[in-house]
């Protein structure tokens, strides 16, 4: 997966944290070749523990490595979800503020930035003492094994790692064997990480083809996305053409733009060229310009130049902005000097949009001058 790629919102909360050092876990001697046994007795144990998390990790590649999780400091010490299965001595040294901890939350994403991550993430499955069998989870959570996972407090039955073939058909038999659409909208993002293999596409490509729920569908294009395989390409692609709704078709152009793949940015430059659907066209812009390639700068250059639609200039204008910084003194060019009044005052709000300091620079300078 692509760590540059933001996929949603980070947001600052403060949390109370009640009992970090008393957070219980069991450590259940599972064989690597079989997971859904020692799932079974983790989950026979519920009547004990009430409410609690059965989790275990897969090992993931360096091109996808997740960093889903959340970011928990307790004054200068970092506190991973490994810290804590391994009961690390760093434990035992925090100095526990009063009240509140800070934790900078990832939701069902990644952030931008050379983060410190882990090829190995936990999928964990919280149950209530109500849960009737393994298929009747209140949540499941993914978290990378260098970020941290809030427990609340509930105990973790740990079963270490699995290979990703073995994981995999793990899940994907909760999700065919489910009847209920919030337990497999939990399920598909377990399935989605599994990149590595080409079942992992395959599974999602039927979803998308199925009758299932519509946001199931489109859950299904963006883990495509995350596949970066030509197979995952070509459904998309023809996604674009032949999805049933422009919705549909939107997360097909999204699932393009985040494959790395030369393939899909050259089908992004055609999209945005030449597709008749201007919302179509608008999103592969939108997503060249999260491709820190010259080809790409050149073509979003292109259209602020000269495609005839204001609204299409517009959206270059922005991922120019989002792009590179690279691409500031074109934007305090055109904001300067270019002929049409709309073109000025879009390339104003783009450099608005960037922390760059000669964009501010020139922001000021600009409005110095409207005196």
């Known amino acids: 997966m692509k760590k540059n790629t933001i996929i949603q919102i980070v947001v600052l909360v403060l949390v109370h944290i009640v009992g970090l050092h008393a957070q219980k876990f069991i450590h259940m001697n599972a064989e690597s070749g079989k997971l859904p046994e020692p799932f079974q007795n983790a989950f026979s144990q519920h009547d004990e523990l009430e409410n609690f998390w059965i989790g275990y990790s897969i090992e993931l590649t ?10 928990y400091f307790n004054g200068d010490t970092e506190v991973s979800l490994r810290d804590l299965i391994e009961n690390s001595p760093k434990l035992k040294n925090l100095n526990t503020p009063p ?10 994403g990644r952030i931008k930035g050379d983060l410190k991550i882990d090829n190995e993430t936990a999928i964990l499955f919280r149950y209530d003492r109500t849960s009737k069998d393994i298929g009747d989870f209140a949540e499941i959570a993914i978290c990378n094994l260098a970020r941290y996972a809030d427990l609340e407090n509930m105990p973790l039955v740990w079963l270490g790692r699995f290979k990703q073939p073995i994981s995999f058909e793990f899940i994907a ?9 919030f337990a497999k909208e939990e399920l598909l993002p377990g399935i989605g990480i599994h990149a590595d293999l080409q079942e992992t596409t395959e599974f999602l490509a039927g979803i998308y083809k199925s009758d299932e729920s519509y946001e199931l569908r489109e859950d299904a294009l963006f883990w495509l996305g995350q596949q970066d395989n030509y197979t995952a390409f070509e459904i998309l692609k023809q996604a674009v053409s032949d999805a049933p709704s422009e919705d549909l078709k939107e997360k097909a152009v ?5 494959l790395d793949l030369p393939e899909a940015l050259d089908e992004l430059i055609v999209i945005a060229r030449k597709n008749r659907n201007m919302e179509l066209r608008q999103e592969a812009i939108m997503w060249l310009g999260h491709k820190a ?8 250059k292109g259209f602020v130049e000269n495609d005839p639609d ?5 959206r270059a204008l922005f991922a120019l902005a989002n792009q590179s910084d690279n691409n500031v003194d074109f934007l305090i060019n055109l904001a300067m000097s270019n002929r049409s009044l709309q073109i000025r005052k879009h390339a104003i709000w783009a450099l608005g949009s ?18």
């Open 99 to 108: 009240n509140h901890h800070r934790m900078f939350r990832i939701v069902n």
């Open 354 to 371: 960037t922390d760059n300091p000669r964009a501010v620079e020139a922001l000021i300078n600009l409005a110095k001058g409207a005196k």
């Open 293 to 300: 390639v010259k080809k790409a700068e050149d073509e979003l």
């Open 254 to 258: 999204m699932g393009i733009g985040q």
């Open 310 to 314: 204001i609204e299409i200039k517009k």
């Open 62 to 71: 360096n091109n996808n490595g997740v960093s889903v999780g959340s970011f």
């Open 173 to 181: 038999g909760l999700f065919k064997g489910s009847e209920f659409k």
